[in-house]
């Protein structure tokens, strides 16, 4: 079992940045791909960015490839999202979550992932 924490969120004018940490309990992260995703008022939850167990691949939607940047250090059990440029439609709760055995690379879809935090919100003003 993983129990996984999102910290990080907040409200920031748009072109400015945050920093998202998702801190994992319960059993090493190592041995899991981790993902985040997003979800705004009225809409459903959607990829963000995900990274390998290892650090070595990673993968994100095409709405914020070269804004964001998913990294992890498994020696303090914590990913992070680097999160620069925002825009206002980056508005939304955005979660942390632990792949589930035997998913294929990249896990983009909900179904992929089977431990989840509870997120944290991240509001960008105009």
Do not use: H
């Amino acid at each position: 079992q993983v129990q996984v924490v999102e910290s990080g969120g907040g409200l920031v004018q748009a072109g400015g940045s945050l920093r998202l940490s998702c801190a994992a309990s319960g059993r090493s992260l190592n041995r899991y791909a981790m993902g985040w995703f997003r979800q705004a008022p009225g809409k459903e939850r959607e990829f963000v960015a995900v990274i390998s167990w290892n650090g070595g691949s990673t993968y994100y939607t095409d709405s914020v490839k070269g804004r964001f940047t998913i990294s992890r250090d498994n020696a303090k059990n914590t990913v992070y999202l680097q999160m620069n440029s925002l825009k206002p439609e980056d508005t939304a709760v955005y979660y942390c979550a632990a792949v589930a055995y035997g998913s294929t690379w990249p896990q983009v879809r909900l179904s992929d992932y089977r431990y989840w935090g509870q997120g944290t919100q991240v509001t960008v003003s105009s």
